[in-house]
């Protein structure tokens, strides 16, 4: 997965990669920044006042008051290019740190007091440079700012020598260990929001498969079946239209009601309700009767309902998905089985609900169509329903011996 490119990308020194910039909109960054250069001025203006304290009559005087002013304009200036307009990803803005530089080794030439602003220019060269530019830049600067303790009045001094590499070496590390770990814990969230942004991708994938099965169960069990149903009615009304008109006429007639029900089933589809057998709060068991009576006199297969136990509250997820398996049931039996009657049948044992759609049909060979599951997609989809349920669908059938269909559901289920 392509991933967006953030800006401000640079190589951190140490990383060895090119990922985020430290300074890429980072307020901590700009205020460091800001503290460098403050700390420069400072320094640039004390050696300033110490040079022009020992050295006001120089010949080289104004030179140093000129390169100071020009160092004080440069540093702060670079700074805020660089934070305000960070360079194009991949490439580093080099001139505003190599200005400065300049400047400063003209200036401790000139006046070796300057050698102490080294210390915040170190800092800057390793904020703004590759770690490949940086390490040799901070050698060098030590080495001039040695030299220059050295041309100091009063002769070389042990401590001045030794210290300042000492500083810039221990400054160097640090700033390097620092730099690495914060390049680790960007690359660690880098990962991170790739890996959200994949989860996110493949829930979306996930949701969309769902919604795909539960809008083909639904289309299965409400419009095909309908549309099934229409199909046999208007048939039949077809082979006797001229024969026994008043019969085809009836057939016409009830294929007209199953064409309403289908409507205001699609469109309670289309809204995400219930069936509307169970829309104006008619309890599952009534539903089931109002199916069993509808299914006899639109298809002329007798159905007949039974109701078994003490009926308990279901929620509607669970009643919905128990009539629309009585549904898809009563299709297959009325294109499949052959059959001369059916039953449905509701049972509460207590800490489940189960129902047994039966016929006396043709039944079928379970292991050669493949444990009951190869007879299209009705069978997967009532398990489908009821396994978001915690429930599950048992299928009894034999050759010559009619189909027993079980959906049971726990009582307990929410």
């Not at 980072?26 to 040079?51: E, N």
């Not at 309670?268 to 109002?290: T, Y």
């Amino acid at each position: 997965m392509q991933q967006p490119r953030p800006a401000g990308r640079r190589d951190v020194p140490g990383a060895g990669a090119d990922v985020p910039g430290p300074d890429a909109g980072d307020p901590d960054a700009a205020r460091l920044a800001l503290l460098l250069d403050s700390a420069f001025l400072l320094l640039l203006a004390a050696s300033l006042s110490r040079y022009l304290t020992h050295h006001s009559g120089s010949a080289q005087a104004p030179w140093v008051i000129g390169l100071s002013a020009a160092l004080a304009v440069a540093q702060p200036a670079g700074s805020w290019l660089a934070h305000r307009r960070p360079p194009a990803r991949g490439r580093q803005r080099r001139w505003p740190p190599a200005l400065v530089v300049v400047l400063w080794v003209v200036l401790v030439l000139l006046a070796p007091s300057f050698a102490w602003c080294a210390v915040p220019l170190i800092y800057t060269a390793l904020r703004a440079l590759p770690a490949k530019a940086a390490i040799p830049l901070v050698g060098a600067l030590t080495l001039l700012v040695v030299i220059a303790e050295i041309r100091l009045p009063g002769g070389a001094d042990a401590t001045l020598v030794l210290l300042p590499p000492a500083v810039a070496g221990l400054a160097t590390g640090v700033f390097l260990f620092m730099a690495r770990q914060a390049a680790r814990q960007r690359a660690l969230i880098a990962d991170l929001v790739r890996t959200r942004r994949e989860l996110a991708a493949t829930e979306r994938r996930e949701g969309t498969l769902a919604e795909r099965e539960r809008l083909a169960m639904e289309i299965h069990d409400t419009l095909a079946q309908g549309l099934s149903s229409q199909q046999m009615l208007l048939q039949a009304a077809e082979r006797t239209w001229d024969t026994r008109p008043a019969t085809a006429r009836t057939h016409v007639r009830t294929a007209t009601e199953v064409a309403a029900r289908n409507l205001a089933e699609a469109r309670r589809f289309v809204h995400d309700l219930a069936p509307a057998e169970l829309s104006d709060g008619r309890a599952l068991d009534q539903a089931l009767r109002a199916l069993a009576e509808r299914e006899s006199a639109e298809s002329g297969l007798p159905v007949r309902f039974h109701l078994d136990g003490t009926p308990v509250p279901l929620p509607t997820a669970a009643q919905a998905a128990l009539l629309r398996i009585a549904q898809g049931a009563l299709a297959n039996v009325r294109e499949h089985a052959g059959a001369s009657a059916a039953a449905l049948t509701l049972s509460f044992l207590g800490d489940q609900a189960v129902l047994d759609i039966a016929d006396d049909g043709q039944g079928f060979d379970q292991d050669a169509a493949g444990t009951g599951g190869g007879r299209g997609y009705g069978l997967p989809a009532m398990r489908a329903r009821l396994r978001q349920l915690g429930g599950r669908l048992t299928v009894e059938s034999a050759p010559g011996e009619g189909t027993v269909v079980s959906a049971a559901i726990p009582l307990g289920h929410r």
